[in-house]
């Protein structure tokens, strides 16, 4: 109770807490397969009603909003499915959907920021200040992909307690991913996800374990080398790298395993998430990173913005545009500032000189392919690095200041500190470069809804068992503070 | 299905059992002495004050408690012991605020020492969160209650340093792991308690302490950009009340113990910065003293020295590395100006060092 009321005061049940591994989960999906003996419906209404529970601790004031948001866009789904409605105002109610989504995203996440910039400009005094409500620019988006397929006639009518599901799903609420409406909700529907399986709890329990380890040992371990780029004392080159490269494995670990928790209890209820990271930095171009980096982000990108805007059907100049287009947005959807708008910016950049490279750059012998695949492999890793500084700055000029200590090797410190840490950056390059990721650990198929082949097929050895168990002993123990994620923040 | 369950069970078991392996080996070495003094291997202290006062209260020895803020950080207990007397036990915390310290001091008069030596100064008295809600103190390891020792049992962090400690005292590997040891990678660095926050022979001290440092803070602090500052935590309604529930309510409630409360000698920068660029502050400072100092002067078991006065020291800016922060000398001159009762506050008289400072200020210009 203490804890909970804890909880309560401080905001946000994070899946590396105590109250949520053994209170609040295990209630969840004991409840849930209760009511599976019940009926199909009961066992939805009650995760629903779960996920709203997980939202409010610490966010209860944005509920109505996020209930709202919830009837309101099943209100205009309705009238997009149900109601035969003339082509210009089939058109006019999407409209009037997407715009009413984006309002109440602009108000509660851009409106500060624009009356900031504004009063930059005209030397106003407006003062905005609205707090953010978490978790709005991922049910915002999977609702205006569900509105844009509607109107498409991609959608089937749904049942209400589905699709409320379907928004507030806890395990990707707050920071995703981002799911698509056709991929869960005929999940949900199905009568056999409400049966307790133990292959998928054991193995949604390993890929959780992999998560909470990534973050409570990882990421939170590499943290406070952060501060060494990002700090407030000025930083040598050496000490700026390896705050710029602490960042850029913290997120990953970070966000990774988020994605992977997310993934591994959703596993538990019998529900497959889609994938949300494939060893970014695994990556031997831009265009490769994209593929494995915030994957349902990018899908989204692309499937409701830059095919919307034309794609690449337009002509090559048009592509280029609207992949600056997508990715400023992109920058800008991660938060109401100009760090990130510099950093989506970059990587516009960067992909427009992948695209050009690839339709006009020299075609390659194969001889050299995997000498040219090494170089894409540590040029890819570099650019994403150098746009990393973007999005942990606070403002363009700090990211600009670490950035000229990472260009001036004059200034070298290199102690004893320096050589500890810079052993701890490798070790986390060795991790995200060689180490195989959770999906590859586990063989998790999304697609096809498979996942732990090898353990029910008995051609893992008990070692493996053991050593997920330590993972997951490994990754309790080190929950020692409120530490939430990166992400969410967006 | 029957080996999915069996798999499953398996799992969460082993899983357990590695816990609970954690939990033996952390309870058996207990790297802060919590539970025992260290017996089979040689003890090790971290400089996280917060962290590490809990241990030290429960495994050292001590007659005599020093606390403070970071003004009080790098004393050694040594020099206590030599130019005051007793036994002592720093438990001075950077940054600490009168919550923090009357929490940990309240934790350490559990053992019954007979003296407190107490630095403390009108900012301390700021208005602050509460022990519980202070996420840089484990307040319930204090308390050594269910909550605070299942925490310290169950940190793998804490499991990491008892494993390293184990490692340290094999004697085959005991001189890497000691030179493995710098504080990055294990947070229990040093081997005497007598050093724990204690600036390391390598420190380059007249290069920290010296006036062009001082000079350069002072013009940093009053610069109108920064100057707001210097007001911050200064609210005299509620510094009083905190006073009087942390500092007032402990010596209140400890009237055996005997209580040398000093209050530190900052530079006389740091007044004058009040007095030029933000007046209504110094008066804040001149009115918690008028009360403060016949409060406390009140209680026969407690000794009030103000070395705010003590132009000796403050007019000497090579003396810091900031506009309050002293050098090591000035942490020795403390404690020898302390054992001759030198700027002792009269209870007849509880303001009159006050005014002597008033006085110094009002004339001291930058041409000195």
């Known amino acids: 109770m203490v804890r909970l009321l804890d909880a309560l005061e401080k905001g946000l049940m994070l899946f590396n807490s105590y109250l949520f591994i053994f209170l609040f989960l295990p209630v969840a999906l004991a409840g849930y397969f209760a009511l599976g003996r019940v009926g199909n419906l009961a066992p939805v209404v009650w995760l629903a009603l779960a996920s709203l529970v997980f939202y409010s601790v610490g966010n209860w004031q944005y509920v109505p909003l996020l209930v709202a948001s919830i009837a309101f866009n099943y209100l205009i789904g309705y009238l997009l499915i149900a109601r035969q409605l003339r082509p210009s105002s089939r058109f006019a109610v999407l409209t009037a959907g997407v715009a009413g989504d984006l309002l109440v995203l602009g108000i509660f996440k851009y409106a500060g920021f624009l009356a900031v910039n504004f009063n930059a400009m005209f030397s106003t005094g407006f003062v905005v200040n609205i707090l953010l409500p978490v978790g709005i620019s991922f049910y915002t988006f999977t609702q205006i992909a569900f509105l844009v397929d509607a109107y498409r006639g991609k959608v089937a009518r749904y049942a209400l307690p589905h699709y409320a599901l379907f928004v507030t799903y806890f395990p990707h609420l707050i920071a995703g991913p981002i799911l698509h409406h056709k991929d869960m909700i005929p999940q949900f529907e199905r009568k056999e996800t409400k049966r307790p399986d133990p292959h998928l709890i054991l193995c949604g329990l390993i890929i959780f374990a992999i998560g909470l380890f990534k973050k409570t040992c990882l990421a939170d371990s590499i943290q406070p080398l952060v501060s060494l780029a990002f700090g407030p004392s000025a930083p040598s080159f050496d000490q700026a790298w390896i705050g710029a490269l602490a960042y850029t494995f913290q997120l990953y670990f970070d966000f990774s395993g988020y994605s992977d928790m997310a993934i591994g209890i959703s596993l538990m209820f019998g529900i497959f998430l889609p994938l949300n990271f494939n060893s970014p930095y695994k990556a031997a171009s831009i265009i490769d990173f994209w593929r494995r980096w915030h994957m349902t982000l990018s899908q989204f990108l692309r499937d409701y913005l830059y095919i919307s805007l034309g794609g690449n059907r337009r002509g090559r100049v048009l592509r280029y545009v609207n992949l600056m287009i997508t990715m400023l947005l992109g920058g800008l959807w991660h938060g109401a500032a100009w760090t990130f708008v510099a950093w989506g910016a970059l990587h516009g950049v960067y992909l427009c000189i992948n695209h050009a490279w690839n339709n006009y750059g020299p075609t390659l012998s194969p001889r050299l392919a995997p000498l040219a695949n090494i170089a894409g492999l540590i040029l890819t890793f570099l650019a994403v690095v150098i746009a990393w500084v973007f999005f942990r700055a606070d403002n363009i000029d700090s990211a600009y200041y670490v950035l000229s200590k990472m260009a001036d090797p004059t200034n070298i410190a290199f102690g004893r500190g320096e050589i500890a840490y810079s052993a701890f950056i490798i070790f986390y390059a060795v991790l995200a470069w060689f180490a195989p990721n959770t999906q590859e650990i586990m063989g998790y198929d999304h697609e096809r809804r498979l996942v732990g082949e090898k353990l029910a097929a008995r051609r893992l050895r008990p070692l493996f068992l053991y050593a997920t168990a330590a993972v997951l002993a490994f990754g309790i123990l080190g929950i020692q503070q409120h530490s939430e994620f990166i992400y969410f923040r967006f | ?368």
Request: hydrophobic share 45%; aromatic share 12%.
């Open chain 2, 1 to 368: 299905m029957r080996l999915a369950s069996r798999h499953l069970v398996q799992f969460l078991g082993a899983a357990v059992a590695i816990m609970l392996m954690a939990v033996a080996l952390n309870f058996v070495v207990d790297p802060l002495q919590l539970f025992r003094p260290a017996r089979f291997y040689h003890p090790m202290y971290s400089n996280d004050s917060r962290m590490q006062n809990a241990g030290l209260i429960r495994s050292q020895d001590f007659d005599t408690v020093f606390m403070g803020t970071s003004l009080a950080i790098h004393f050694r207990q040594s020099d206590i012991d030599r130019l005051v007397g007793g036994h002592s036990l720093k438990l001075a915390m950077s940054g600490s605020t009168s919550h923090e310290q009357s929490f940990v001091l309240a934790a350490a008069l559990e053992r019954h020492p007979k003296r407190v030596i107490w630095q403390i100064d009108d900012w301390i008295f700021r208005a602050a969160p509460d022990v519980d809600s202070n996420p840089f103190l484990p307040a319930n390891l204090y308390r050594r209650n269910a909550r605070g020792l299942g925490e310290y049992l169950f940190s793998g962090a804490m499991a990491r340093e008892s494993l390293w400690m184990l490692a340290r005292s094999v004697k085959p590997f005991e001189k890497t792991v000691a030179r493995l040891t710098t504080g990055v990678l294990f947070k229990f660095p040093i081997a005497d308690a007598d050093d724990i926050n204690i600036l390391a022979p390598s420190f380059d001290v007249a290069g920290f302490y010296n006036a062009r440092k001082s000079m350069a803070a002072f013009v940093r602090i009053i610069d109108p950009v920064r100057s707001a500052y210097l007001a911050e935590g200064y609210d005299y309604e509620a510094m009083v009340r905190i006073f009087e529930s942390d500092a007032i309510g402990l010596i209140e409630k400890n009237p055996d113990v005997k209580f040398d409360i000093y209050f530190p000698p900052y530079s006389i920068l740091q007044f004058v910065a009040m007095r030029d660029a933000s007046p209504a502050t110094l008066k804040v400072v001149y009115d918690f003293t008028a009360y403060a100092f016949p409060r406390l002067t009140k209680f026969p078991n407690v000794s009030l020295h103000d070395f705010r006065e003590a132009k000796e020291i403050t007019h000497d800016l090579g003396n810091y590395g900031d506009v309050i922060h002293h050098s090591p000398a000035i942490d020795l001159k403390v404690l020898s100006l302390i054992s001759e009762r030198k700027y002792v506050v009269d209870p007849k008289a509880p303001l009159a060092s006050l005014e002597r400072l008033k006085a110094q200020i009002e004339v001291y210009r930058m041409s000195q």
